[in-house]
C-alpha cells in the first residue's frame, strides 16, 4: 500500500523560507511522478508543483514559479519542495501525491499524503 508522508510545515515570517519533504512507503518512488498541491481556507485545491520520474521535467504554477523548487531522491524515496520567499498568500495545508502520468499539461494523481500546514506571517 502506497503511503506519503508530507512533514517540514509550520510558521514562518514573510521573506522566508521552508522545505517539505515527503517520505513514501509501500512503492518504489521512482515509479511515480510527484506533485505538490496546497489548499487554503475557502479555495480550491491548487496543484503547486510536479517531477517526472526522473526528474528532468518539472511544473510550476505561475503563483510559485521562480519561488519554489521541486525535487526527488529516488534513493531515499523522498520528494522535496524548497519554498523561499514565501508570503502569506502561501499560507495553506500542503499535499504531496503520487500520479501515474505525467506531461507538460496532464497528471493524474492517485496517491495523496494527508498534508503539513504551512503558515507564513506578515
Known amino acids: 500500500q502506497v503511503q506519503l508522508v508530507e512533514s517540514g510545515g509550520g510558521l514562518v515570517q514573510a521573506g522566508g523560507r521552508l522545505r517539505l519533504p515527503c517520505a513514501a512507503s509501500g512503492c518504489t518512488l521512482s515509479s511515480f511522478p510527484q506533485g505538490w498541491f496546497r489548499q487554503a481556507p475557502g479555495k480550491e485545491r491548487e496543484e503547486v508543483a510536479a517531477v517526472a520520474w526522473s526528474g528532468g521535467n518539472t511544473y510550476y504554477a505561475d503563483s510559485v514559479k521562480g519561488r519554489f523548487t521541486i525535487s526527488r531522491d529516488n534513493a531515499k524515496n523522498t520528494v522535496y519542495l524548497q519554498m523561499n520567499s514565501l508570503g502569506p498568500e502561501d499560507t495553506a495545508v500542503y499535499y504531496c501525491?503520487?500520479?501515474?502520468?505525467?506531461?507538460?499539461?496532464?497528471?493524474?494523481?492517485?496517491?495523496w499524503g494527508q498534508g503539513t500546514q504551512v503558515t507564513v506571517s506578515s
Open positions: 501525491a503520487a500520479s501515474r502520468v505525467f506531461t507538460p499539461s496532464k497528471r493524474v494523481y492517485d496517491y
